[in-house]
């Protein structure tokens, strides 16, 4: 492929636009950081975008340039571009286990990621309409769902054999597409009808087609996008007559439970991986448990845009049709998190940036975090200096697992044995934090990434 200086006028620049804190759930930090990626030539209309975590590669569907780019998700470097039908045009991308599906204005599209050999073409059979279009692939990843504006027909393919098994006819106007938790229902949302349609995909047909507005509402006749979380219930983005955004919430069924209202236009939106979070095109963040905005970014972007996360689930990856650039939010990830616990002992789980994977890495306890360990450059290390935090650097059998390497996704998992604790911290609530470092040493001057603070209870 082609590459390109990533800081030339036709190459890539990550920059670090905004770091924002809000507060969320039981007390914990939710970071979001903004990083765009500018200058991306002539690369245009940015309609559709996915991610290959393995290969830690973006790919970002242009409906202007009739292709895909493909970027570093780590770094953004442009890695080339993988060119398509220049008759037809990109407008829903997604990719799964080695290869890409592209829902273009003529047909469905199955790619082997590494060489771009179409694996599967079906075409649709064009009435007119909206030529927008969006695919969607259950969480198993066993079958593909692809739905045009352009056409009456729902495609469903079977990710094994790459053969499409259904058209099932759902009428026309739907341009997106989402699948139930265990791919047995599909939902396709028709922007300028503001309605649903639910598929039964077992039996092949339509189950019902539903408004997803409030009664008496209006909306204005932008695309919509929506997601299904775990328990089945459908989140559907659009936009009010008087250019207001809002998300309504949706059963099993198709039927309008609440609706949440968002402080901009936005018609991205997904889940974060652990379903705390609602993020939208626009850099608005919702808290599910609340249903409440929690953050707001200015991302000055249009409102037309997809999001996909990325890095285990610590990026949002932002697409935006008008602007040739993609935008980057991290932080949904908590640094540390609890992933065992008993009356013996507490597992922990560490998860760093991308960047840090293979780093050297430190853990240590505390049994405050009031003023901190001063490092170099005006940093500091969150916890305070005493006996709780030199034994964690030396007791390796209490504590294990407080230093080493992150494996290749940026984590390492650690273990804080009670047997042999002292009394003092029995029963108590203590804080555990981690730094990374260059090289191979634990030096002041090498830290590279610090975590926040996270609490622990020792048990009694």
Not at 25 to 48: D, H, N, Q, T, W
Not at 138 to 161: F, N, P, Q, W, Y
Not at 274 to 298: C, H, M, N, Q, Y
Request: charged share 20%.
């Amino acid at each position: 492929m082609k590459s390109f200086n990533a800081t030339s006028p036709c190459g890539i620049r990550w920059a670090l636009a905004c770091l924002l804190f809000a507060m969320v759930g039981s007390g914990g930090a939710l970071r979001a950081e903004e990083f765009p990626i500018v200058e991306m030539g002539a690369l245009r209309g940015c309609v559709g975008i996915a991610v290959d975590e393995e290969s830690q590669k973006l790919y970002v569907a242009s409906a202007l340039s009739h292709g895909l780019a493909v970027l570093s998700v780590e770094t953004g470097t442009f890695l080339g571009f993988v060119p398509l039908d220049p008759g037809a045009y990109p407008t829903g991308l997604a990719y799964n286990d080695g290869k890409i599906y592209v829902e273009t204005s003529s047909a469905t599209l199955v790619l082997r990621a590494s060489d771009q050999t179409v694996l599967g073409q079906f075409s649709h059979t064009s009435f007119g309409g909206w030529p927008i279009g969006d695919i969607s692939i259950s969480r198993s990843g066993d079958k593909v769902c692809a739905v045009s504006g352009v056409s009456a027909k729902l495609h469903v393919i079977d990710s094994e054999t790459d053969e499409l098994t259904d058209r099932i006819n759902v009428g026309s106007g739907n341009t997106e597409v989402s699948l139930s938790p265990d791919a047995t229902r599909a939902y396709l949302m028709n922007p300028e009808a503001a309605s649903v349609t639910v598929v039964d995909l077992e039996q092949g047909e339509v189950l019902a087609t539903k408004s997803f507005l409030p009664s008496g509402a209006s909306h204005s006749r932008f695309h919509s996008e929506s997601v299904v979380d775990a328990s089945g219930q459908v989140f559907v983005s659009w936009v009010t007559s008087d250019s207001m955004g809002r998300v309504s919430i949706l059963s099993t069924e198709g039927d309008l439970l609440r609706t949440i209202a968002l402080p901009a236009i936005s018609m991205g939106l997904t889940l974060s991986r652990d379903e705390r979070f609602l993020v939208t095109g626009a850099g608005i963040i919702v808290d599910i448990s609340t249903e409440e905005v929690v953050v707001d970014l200015p991302l000055s972007a249009p409102a037309d845009s997809r999001v996909v996360f990325a890095d285990g689930g610590d990026l949002a990856l932002i697409s935006h049709f008008g602007r040739s650039h993609v935008t980057k939010i991290a932080g949904f990830r908590s640094d540390i998190s609890v992933s065992a616990s008993s009356s013996e002992a507490i597992s922990l789980g560490i998860a760093a940036p991308v960047g840090e994977r293979g780093k050297l890495y430190q853990l240590a306890a505390s049994y405050s975090k009031d003023n901190g360990i001063p490092l170099s450059l005006g940093r500091q290390f969150p916890l305070d200096y005493d006996s709780l935090l030199t034994l964690s650097l030396s007791d390796r059998q209490a504590f294990e697992g407080f230093g080493g390497f992150l494996d290749h996704s940026a984590s390492a998992e650690a273990t804080v044995r009670f047997v042999g604790l002292p009394s003092r911290a029995r029963g108590k609530t203590v804080y555990v934090a981690f730094a990374t470092f260059d090289g191979s040493r634990r030096q002041r001057d090498d830290v590279r990434f610090l975590s926040e603070p996270f609490p622990i209870t020792i048990a009694p």
